[in-house]
């Protein structure tokens, strides 16, 4: 991952992601973990609070030193997941993802879409 290219080259990086087991297995040198959609990694938006906090926990993790070094933000989302994801997903899927989509459909013997 990018992250361990930046951290050889001496820059120290912080993860902020919705997926921390996948981050952690890829041996990261520093996560944060968020309960939070996708494309919120920060919290909800104008909520400083919520994006204060993350932001803390994430600075938290320079002072580490031993590595990997994992810490999760014990907040809940304040939204209908449904909702959130609503306001964040565009409306059509980007050529990237329907290629892909296709990529399987016809791996399990289905008609591309």
Known sequence: MLARIVESAGIPTV??????DIAERFRLPRVVGVEFPFGHPFGMPQDRM???TVGL???SLYE???LPAR??????WPVDWKEAYKGWQPREA??????LKN????????APQ
């Open 103 to 110: 990529q399987v459909l016809l791996k399990h013997g289905k």
């Open 57 to 59: 926990a994430a600075l």
């Open 71 to 76: 810490t999760d933000v014990p907040m809940v």
């Open 94 to 99: 980007a050529p990237i993802v329907k290629h």
């Open 64 to 66: 580490r030193t031993r």
């Open 50 to 52: 919520m994006q204060r």
């Open 15 to 20: 993860v902020v992601t919705m997926m921390p």
